[in-house]
């Protein structure tokens, strides 16, 4: 459960990596792992995984959400899927639990999380939050307040996948601003630990998405601003990134189409690299 007490986090860590002992005591009290209808159809659709009710350390969650921009599920129910926050689900999140479990040693579970957050409590069993497509973000005061609980008590968000000024400039008025007004975004310099934390990543690449290069080829097919990458955060009061943020960058369709030779390897290998990262310094910080 996410709180402030780092040295707990870290001695978690040495757990999940070292002993690889097994800690379940808090599944009791989290929801029941759910399904929902991916908004892209058949292409992200994933297969359940034999051991999918097999608990573990590591829980890839994601953060359902109200709310949709340029038609990604604008007027649809979000509470049963099929809206913006089923972008790259669940073949994206499965994808990344499998190389999780093959490029390290934490105990992490082969299905994702979908968390709902008008539910009170469930949000603060899942360390690891996931945010797809931020800019169609349009949550309520009520679930803006909870978020920012969760992030105070230790938690951890990753947005990802939004392009553009367009995309970046919802996304800083519906959900950064509301979460913290008074904290600056911060670009992340190349020697910050989440590219060193276990790979160093010393050059940093554009993960690129799939519908742009299937539209205007594999460059990038950016319009003006959505072509430069940007590796940002939001601190809390002690230097954590406690809001990692991916601008102008598709993790989600590297993990996604990880599988696919259409999408370029590199960009694959480096989302899965920096995916790990994050993982571990959200264990260990």
């Keep these: 459960m996410p709180r402030r007490n780092r040295s707990a986090r870290r001695y978690l860590l040495a757990l999940l990596v070292v002993v690889g ?4 005591g808090l599944a009791f009290a989290q929801r029941a792992f759910r399904e929902y209808p991916p908004l ?18 590591f829980v890839f969650g994601r953060l359902m959400y109200p709310g949709g921009l340029g038609g990604f599920g604008r ?12 972008i790259d689900y669940p ?36 360390p690891f939050m996931y945010l797809d497509t931020p800019g169609a973000a349009d949550m309520t005061d009520a679930q803006i307040a909870r978020v920012r609980e969760y992030l105070l008590r230790g938690g951890f968000l990753l947005c990802d996948s939004f ?42 690449v554009q993960v690129r998405n799939m519908r742009s290069m299937r539209r205007a080829g594999p460059q990038h097919g950016y319009r003006d601003d959505g072509a430069v990458p940007h590796w940002r955060g939001v601190l809390d009061d002690d ?22 030779a259409e999408y370029p390897q590199e960009d694959t290998n480096f989302a899965l690299r920096l995916g790990v990262n994050l993982a571990v310094y959200d264990l260990t910080h």
């Design 163 to 204: 392009f553009g000024s367009r995309e970046w400039a919802s996304f800083e008025a519906n959900t950064l601003k509301r979460l913290f007004p008074d904290r600056p975004v911060v670009e992340l310099p190349a020697d910050h630990p989440i590219f060193h934390t276990v790979y160093d990543l010393n050059e940093r």
């Design 239 to 260: 230097g954590r990134v406690m809001i990692a943020i991916l601008w102008n960058n598709d993790l989600g369709d590297a993990w996604q189409y990880a599988d696919i």
């Design 21 to 24: 002992s097994t800690l379940t």
């Design 40 to 57: 892209e159809g058949a292409e992200s659709e994933g297969t359940l995984p034999p051991d999918y009710q097999v608990p573990g350390e």
């Design 91 to 126: 073949l994206g999140d499965r994808n990344f639990a499998r190389l999780m479990r093959r490029l390290t040693t934490i105990n992490t579970r082969s299905v994702e999380q979908p968390v709902d957050p008008d539910d009170p409590d469930d949000i603060y069993n899942w």
């Design 75 to 86: 007027g649809a129910n979000w509470k049963q899927g099929y809206t913006a926050w089923t």
